[in-house]
């Protein structure tokens, strides 16, 4: 599943802790986390190559980029993951990101698997050529039934700043057909979830929620994260999620 991984870490520990740290690492990530049936490898790839690259992981995105092509991503697909990222956690880190996928695969020649989407949630349709229309389209699906309070920008960048946020996200990134609402909402989950953006987090719970992605698989990626964004992170999420699924629920107001 993901290859050379044992020897590109046992490389980089120092030889006295190298056994005891090998052993923790795989029993921690591929028994516990990924061996979990709450969500398929595929979708663990993908929620790992978006983690990877918004924290700026070079040498383990490599490794991780080879495995999801094992894991049924195609090679588009993996771009469009990293495409996406750079809009939440910054052009520079899309870049570099994009370099090595180029290296990755470069790497392996012939490991391109045929294109699959999750087709489960809803769909976009046809969508107006013009970015605003378009943005409003695509946000019209994944926030239905919220009215969000005014963003918190300064009064001399509005309207400007949340019509250019709207028309770059989700005019842009959140419309492009190569991934389903369902991944480009795991991709943002992610990103917001290692990068400790718990306000943002809440709101894409929310959308995810819409897009039919169940509670118990948004718990599921928040500890498949641990492993790689660490487990305070990871708790904060979960805690996030909760407030989340309690306003939900009615216990708590939306925020």
Request: aromatic share 6%.
């Amino acid at each position: 599943m993901f290859p050379n991984r044992e020897t590109n870490a046992a490389l980089a520990v120092p030889e006295e802790i190298r056994r005891d740290f090998g052993i923790w690492t795989t029993e921690a990530a591929m028994g516990d986390v990924w061996a979990r049936p709450g969500l398929s490898r595929r979708n663990r790839s993908l929620i790992t190559v978006a983690a990877l690259t918004a924290l700026h992981m070079p040498a383990e995105l490599r490794v991780h980029a080879l495995g999801a092509l094992r894991n049924g991503l195609s090679r588009r697909q993996l771009g469009e993951i990293v495409m996406h990222v750079a809009g939440y956690a910054g052009f520079p880190i899309g870049v570099e990101g994009m370099r090595v996928l180029r290296e990755a695969f470069d790497a392996a020649p012939d490991l391109d698997p045929p294109e699959v989407q999750d087709t489960s949630g809803p769909a976009l349709g046809e969508l107006p050529e013009d970015r605003w229309e378009r943005a409003r389209a695509v946000l019209a699906v994944l926030m239905p039934r919220r009215n969000r309070a005014p963003l918190p920008v300064p009064e001399e960048m509005t309207p400007d700043w949340g019509r250019w946020v709207a028309m770059s996200a989700f005019g842009d990134l959140w419309s492009r057909p190569g991934l389903s609402l369902r991944e480009h909402s795991r991709v943002v989950m992610t990103v917001l979830t290692v990068r400790h953006l718990p306000e943002e987090l809440r709101l894409h719970i929310g959308v995810a929620r819409t897009l039919g992605i169940s509670r118990e698989e948004i718990g599921e990626q928040i500890m498949h994260l641990a492993v790689y964004g660490g487990f305070p992170v990871a708790v904060e999420a979960m805690r996030v999620a909760r407030a989340a699924f309690d306003a939900e629920d009615g216990s708590e107001p939306a925020a």
